[in-house]
Structure formats: C-alpha cells, structure tokens
C-alpha cells in the first residue's frame, strides 16, 4: 500500500495514453499502416541523434523540436507515398523509412560521444519517472490534438475509411494525410519519451483489434478501446506491484493476456453465433428460387 502514491502519476499517464492512442488506432487499422507509430517514433529518435551531434542539450527545448521537425518530415513522406492506385502498399513505405532512420541513427550514434542514455530512454521508455507536471502537459497537448481531430473527424474518418469517396467529394486527401500524421507526430514524439515504444504500440493497436472483435461502428469501437485501455492499465500497475516486475513491460503482456481472452470470447460466444445467423440468412432463399430448386 505504500507504494500506491507512487503509481498515481504514471496509472494518469496511462490513461491519458490510452485516451488518445485508442482513438488514432481506429484511424491507424482502419488505413492499414499498423507500423506508422514505429517509423515515425524511430524518425524522432533520429532528430535527437542528431541534436547530440550538433551539440544541443538531449534534454531540452531544442532537441524537442529538432526531433518534432523529423517527424513533420516522416509525415509529409507518409502523406505523399499514399499510392491513388494502391498498386505500391503505403505500409512498404513505411518500412522502409523505419529501416532506414534506423540505419541513420546507428551511424550518428556512432559518432555521439555520450548522452545515449538519453536515445535509450526515448525507445524504452519509463512510465514509472513520469511526473505530475510532464502529466499536466502531456494532457494539454494531447487535449489540443483530441480537439484538432474532433473538429474535423468527419474529414477524418471518411479518408481513413473511404478515400475514393473523399476525393469525390473534393476533399485534399493529400494534404489532410499530412495533417493526420502531423498531428500524429505530436503524439507519438511526447508518448514514446514517456513510456516507449512498445507501450505506445500496444496502447494504439491493441485496444482498437480487441474492440473489432466485437463491433464494426467507430463510436461502439472507442467505448470499448478506451474500456479495455482502462481496465488494462490498472491491471498492469497491479501486476506490477504485486509482482515487482517493470511497469511498462507488464502493461504489454497484460494487453497481450486481455486480448487472448477477447480473442476466446469472439470465437465461443460471437463466431459461433455470426455463423449460424449466416447460415440461418442462406437457407431462407428467395421464394422463386426455393420453387425451381423444388422444380429440379
């Protein structure tokens, strides 16, 4: 129990992170690019590297927006790789820009005489240092981003779901896919420095593939991401407690448990169901064809 104060700030955090991440991930399985978190926290770690080399202090204002200025650029490629065609997948883009951020990190880091630790801490991440005032601004900014998206969620939502209508319609679906991944950049530069990579990922995809098992509509989607993100978090800081194991790891097996479950409840209670209700639709034919199957 004494310990519970200190888990207040990051189980905030967590929420805050699954507040916005659950959203985007609607967006982000939607368009098919499930690795853009990835690439574009890699294209951050690559600013910072760079910051390090020309002597900017890893810690301050201007690495920050060195690296946010990377992702602006990973967001202007993200938007114009976006094939009309679909003959070239945007996710091979993807890919290989993280391929190739990596690469260039490791080359500048090869060059950086110290502060590695810092790029280290960037990747990993650790929830457990978050404090009440990077929570208060981590909250502001994510408020911002969440009002950005609300304001033009139809604009939004119908690119990530039915670009060919969008243009129709006269919508830049160009220039709306740089403001998604800017606005995207936002997120993922300020999430990763708190709880890394891999929390990140799990916090934007995960809870928005649980909600798709059962649910097809985007409002019946959050609800349930933004539920499973919740309870998930509290789990995981619990687990975590209770079995002296690093918070943000925990919190990823925990997700990964959950999902399992979800996974098992679809397949005993809603599978099964969706197959029989198919089954039922195809054996109530039309009454002319039920006749000259009878004919035959």
Not at 45 to 73: C, E, K, N, Q
Request: charged content about 10%; some cysteine.
């Amino acid at each position: 129990m004494e310990i519970l104060p200190f888990l207040i700030w990051p189980f905030v955090a967590s929420l805050i992170l699954t507040g916005i991440h659950a959203y985007l991930g609607v967006h982000v399985v939607e368009r098919g690019v499930i690795f853009v978190d990835l690439a574009l926290a890699q294209i951050a770690a690559l600013g910072a590297t760079i910051a390090i080399l020309v002597g900017v202090d890893p810690h301050g204002r201007g690495a920050y927006f060195l690296s946010l200025g990377f992702t602006f650029l990973g967001a202007a490629i993200f938007a114009l790789a976006r094939s009309r065609r679909g003959h070239i997948p945007q996710e091979a883009f993807i890919g290989i820009a993280y391929a190739v951020a990596s690469a260039a990190a490791i080359l500048a880091m090869s060059k950086a005489t110290g502060e590695t630790e810092h790029l280290k801490d960037m990747l990993v991440g650790n929830i457990l240092a978050v404090s009440r005032a990077e929570v208060g601004k981590t909250a502001l900014l994510y408020g911002a981003v969440g009002l950005f998206h609300y304001i033009f969620r139809h604009k939004f939502l119908l690119i990530s779901t039915n670009a060919t209508e969008a243009e129709r319609q006269g919508i830049n679906v160009r220039l709306w896919d740089f403001l998604f991944y800017a606005s995207f950049g936002f997120v993922v530069t300020s999430s990763v420095a708190i709880a890394g990579v891999l929390l990140v990922f799990c916090y934007l995809i995960v809870p928005s593939v649980g909600a798709m098992l059962f649910a097809d509509r985007v409002g019946p989607r959050l609800a349930i991401g933004w539920t499973m993100g919740t309870l998930v978090s509290a789990l995981g800081v619990y687990f975590s407690v209770s079995l002296d194991t690093p918070t943000g790891a925990t919190i990823v097996c925990t997700f990964g448990g959950v999902l399992i479950l979800m996974f098992l409840v679809h397949l005993l209670f809603f599978h099964g169901n969706k197959a029989h209700s198919l089954e039922g639709a195809a054996s109530v034919e039309n009454p002319r064809e039920q006749v000259l199957h009878g004919r035959r």
